[in-house]
């Protein structure tokens, strides 16, 4: 664990709108270099990339522009879902974004953009994730769910032990 979470409250609503994105932001103890850097190590990252309750068997990431990312998450009864996709912008440490789809066909949305930006903000750092170009308001709402749990997870991260 590094430092602790800032008192203020965490942020994260569908964005409205047609393009069927979201947008959530939560504030972390720690500089965006930290950061960055728990957001982009595969080591790290597994820890969190996956919403309660799963876990991430497998995460590969070769995080520069036109690297691949690829990892795969596993519920309590066994069952896996894989995303993939490929680095678009990578500015250490203030910005990363990504191509995002599931693998399963029963799961696929067809490619997103994921982009995750890290400010530097009153001893902490403001951390910004929006996915955009999901095919529905239910696909929105369902990686809303999903990705609001992998990042309180993601600031679990910086809480004080």
Do not use: Q
């Not at 393009?19 to 930290?34: F, G, I, M, Q």
């Not at 068997?57 to 520069?64: I, L």
């Not at 953009?113 to 369902?142: C, K, N, Q, W, Y």
């Amino acid at each position: 664990m590094v430092g602790s979470l800032h008192p203020r409250p965490r942020k994260g609503t569908a964005m409205a709108g047609n393009d069927h994105s979201l947008c959530l932001t939560r504030w972390v103890r720690a500089d965006p270099e930290t950061a960055f850097k728990a957001w982009t190590d595969p080591e790290i990252a597994r820890s969190w990339s996956a919403p309660e309750g799963m876990d991430v068997p497998s995460y590969e990431a070769d995080v520069s522009v036109g690297g691949r990312l690829r990892l795969t998450m596993r519920n309590e009864d066994g069952e896996t879902f894989t995303a993939e996709g490929e680095y678009r912008e990578v500015e250490p440490p203030r910005r990363v974004s990504y191509t995002w789809d599931w693998r399963e066909e029963a799961h696929a949305v067809g490619e997103t953009l994921i982009t995750v930006e890290f400010t530097d903000d009153d001893g902490g750092t403001e951390v910004v994730m929006r996915h955009e170009g999901l095919p529905s308001e239910e696909a929105a709402a369902d990686h809303e769910r999903g990705w609001s749990s992998c990042l309180d997870r993601f600031e679990g991260l910086f809480t004080a032990a």
